[in-house]
């Protein structure tokens, strides 16, 4: 079992940064793969970008250049560093884990709004 927690989601303009970060409830030595998704009013949730225990990265087309991620297994967490945000990206951000045995534990999400 494992508990995420998102945050550093708000208001911001279009062109602006946020970083997003996630921390587990314990270590995610373990945990396969990690990734941020994010569902927009209307829509489905989708990928935004993932990044596995070996050190492999991937992401949406659409944030690519863009937004990076990155995991530090030392303090448990996975951060998403967005630039060049988009009205297009507003969502609601969720971290997800992918523990040994192919389980999916998810956080509640973090309101991201892009808008003027």
């Known amino acids: 079992q494992v508990q995420l927690v998102e945050s550093g989601g708000g208001l911001v303009q279009p062109g602006g940064s946020l970083r997003l970060s996630c921390v587990a409830s314990r270590s995610i030595f373990s945990i396969t793969r990690m990734g941020w998704y994010r569902q927009a009013p209307g829509k489905e949730r989708e990928l935004v970008a993932t990044?596995?225990?070996?050190?492999?990265?991937d992401y949406a087309d659409s944030v690519k250049d863009r937004f990076t991620i990155s995991r530090d297994n030392a303090k448990n967490s996975v951060d998403l560093q967005m630039n060049s945000l988009k009205s297009e990206d507003t969502a609601v951000y969720y971290c997800?884990?992918?523990?040994?045995?192919?389980?999916?534990?998810w956080g509640r999400g973090t309101q991201v709004t892009v808008s003027s």
């Open positions: 997800k884990a992918v523990g040994p045995t192919g389980y999916d534990y």
């Open positions: 990044v596995t225990s070996g050190g492999r990265i």
